[in-house]
């Protein structure tokens, strides 16, 4: 439940010529938000089909181990970091914005550097494609989060026109990668090209904010923000972590091309999964803009996100439904008769994944970390238990419809939640604390 520092009160709600601005500077943000999720989107659609195409299923698992592994290593990152940044420093002032990015963004870069080099050390030890697929991650981490950082700093500044700039970026930076890993042919190749197309729009990310990440503020902004970031760690680290279990649990009860199938299904369905992953670098903000606003709007807000996306999500797999096996197989090769027959529990999966997504936006911008974080571990566990004894039942098409149970329980979980921090929040509304100064909970 949150704390008094946690709420907010917000002023009227905006009348007049105000409302029409106000919600026309709304559009205009979310506009950007979704021209960046579909540069985002198409990047990570980008590299899973071409390496799909060019190693086959088995190598495609091992690349999807390391892909995966690197989920986790996000989450953690986003939970430290960006996380916090979303809650508390967006629409504040330049000054306060600029240095909290500083401090965040050299989060992000030390995270990546340290574990960078457990993976390095894990390379030998795992041996095979697997241990050289895991040493090439170590390599390009830091540059993967630091990139990752850039865009969410944007949108805590209503920027999201530099964020799609520097996810196209990357996009450009990936097609010559990608054509000289084709010639290696390896997948540790493809990890590099893939982390060094980021390390580029990283770069292009300074010279766009002009702000030195500071791996040296660290500590500092950890401790300013101890209350918020551990609990979203955990929180984050539950939702990668449950995939990282579901997908080393499938390769061991099915096999590792199980897990190339998993992602081969994921690729499918990819707009809406890059949407759900990077959901907090405009909703999160949005949804604190209209709690300041207009409390009152913001249970409907998080209702029309999710049933959106829900919706959405829903349409598209229908669509994936009517693609002819040849096209299917021009897309994903030979992992396209495998995936397809996961489209419809793939499809249920992320549309009730999109209900849960609305509400926790709303849990973020409440700032109640301590519900998001029961939602996430009840997610999580359902997610688990679903996905592996769906394995265990029925292989992988068992698991995909385990998954799709789970992701629809774990929705019910989040609006549950959701009522009851609203009702808290508008019963004892205290006044806003300033953003920078943070109190222990």
Partial sequence: MSTGKERTTAPADPAGPARPAARRAMAGRLSWGLADQAASSATNFMVGIYVARSLGLAAFGVFSL?????????????????????????????????????????TALGVGAAVGVVCLALGPVLGGSVGTAFAGLGVVLPGLLLQDAWRFSFFAAGAGRKAFLNDLVMGVALVPAMLVAARVGSVAAFVLAWGASAAVAAGYGYLQSGIRPRPAGA?????????????????????????????YGLGAIVGVSAVGVVRGAEL?????????????????????RVLRQAPHRLRVFCLLLGGGQAAAALLWGAALLLVPDRFGELVLGGVWHAASELIVPATLGVAGASLGTGAAAGLRALAAARRSLRCQLIASTFYVAGGLGGAVVAGTVGSAWGVAAATLLSSAVWWLELRAALREHHRRPVPEAHPTSPSPT
């Fill in 268 to 288: 499918l369905l990819g707009p809406f999964l890059a949407v759900l992953m990077g959901l907090s670098l405009v909703t999160v903000a949005e949804a604190a």
């Fill in 219 to 247: 500590r500092t902004w950890l401790g300013e923000q101890s209350d918020l970031g551990y609990r979203y760690l955990v929180e984050n680290v539950g939702v990668s972590g449950a995939g990282q279990l579901r997908a």
């Fill in 66 to 106: 390391a892909w995966v592994t690197y989920g986790v290593v996000l989450s953690v990152s986003r939970g430290l970091s960006t996380d916090p940044l979303m809650v508390r420093f967006s629409g504040v002032p330049e000054a306060a914005w600029r240095g909290a990015v500083a401090r965040s963004s050299g």
